[in-house]
């Protein structure tokens, strides 16, 4: 069976759709930016180079994604969405229990969806955020 080719408003629904992941990165990174107005400039340079790379990144990939767009139809895959829905909930969630336990929830639960063995979820949940938590405390004095 062979797919049909696309019409100008298939292609256009279906760059759409694929547009979503990248274009959220966008706003997220705009909104990351505006976070950082009215700080010293020395403590809004990682912020600006995320902002920078998520923003060329979000480019990339819409490129692809049209480059992509003229062969035949993919399935929809909604683990994007998930994870999407995912990353925000761990941001909300951070604000409320802190950095630490966020971070292992949010990497267990993505690990686990994303079909990893629950031995290594759990390892990679655990020990990833605590080296990270002891870097930025321990090594930069940074209360996370």
Same mark, same amino acid.
């Given at each position: 069976?062979?797919?049909? %080719?696309?019409?100008?408003?298939?292609?256009?629904?279906?760059? *759409? +759709?694929? !547009?979503? $992941?990248? /274009?959220?990165?966008? &706003?997220?990174?705009?909104?990351?930016?505006?976070?950082?107005?009215?700080?010293?400039?020395?403590?809004?340079?990682?912020?600006?180079?995320?902002?920078?790379?998520?923003?060329?990144?979000?480019?990339?990939?819409?490129?692809?994604?049209?480059?992509?767009?003229?062969?035949?139809?993919? %399935?929809?895959?909604?683990?994007?969405?998930?994870?999407?829905? *995912? +990353?925000? !909930?761990? $941001?909300? /969630?951070?604000?409320? &229990?802190?950095?630490?336990?966020?971070?292992?929830?949010?990497?267990?639960?993505?690990?686990?969806?994303?079909?990893?063995?629950?031995?290594?979820?759990?390892?990679?949940?655990?020990?990833?955020?605590?080296?990270?938590?002891?870097?930025?405390?321990?090594?930069?004095?940074?209360?996370?």
């Amino acid at each position: 069976m062979s797919a049909a %080719p696309k019409t100008s408003t298939g292609l256009r629904k279906a760059l *759409l +759709s694929e !547009a979503v $992941v990248p /274009v959220a990165g966008i &706003v997220y990174a705009v909104a990351l930016v505006w976070t950082t107005w009215g700080l010293p400039q020395e403590s809004t340079i990682f912020p600006r180079t995320m902002f920078c790379a998520l923003v060329i990144l979000g480019i990339l990939l819409m490129l692809a994604e049209i480059k992509l767009a003229s062969g035949p139809p993919k %399935p929809v895959d909604h683990r994007a969405y998930a994870m999407l829905g *995912l +990353s925000l !909930a761990f $941001v909300l /969630v951070m604000s409320f &229990v802190g950095y630490l336990p966020a971070a292992m929830l949010f990497l267990l639960i993505s690990l686990i969806a994303l079909k990893q063995r629950l031995v290594v979820a759990i390892s990679i949940a655990i020990g990833l955020p605590g080296v990270i938590y002891a870097l930025f405390t321990v090594a930069f004095g940074i209360s996370l």
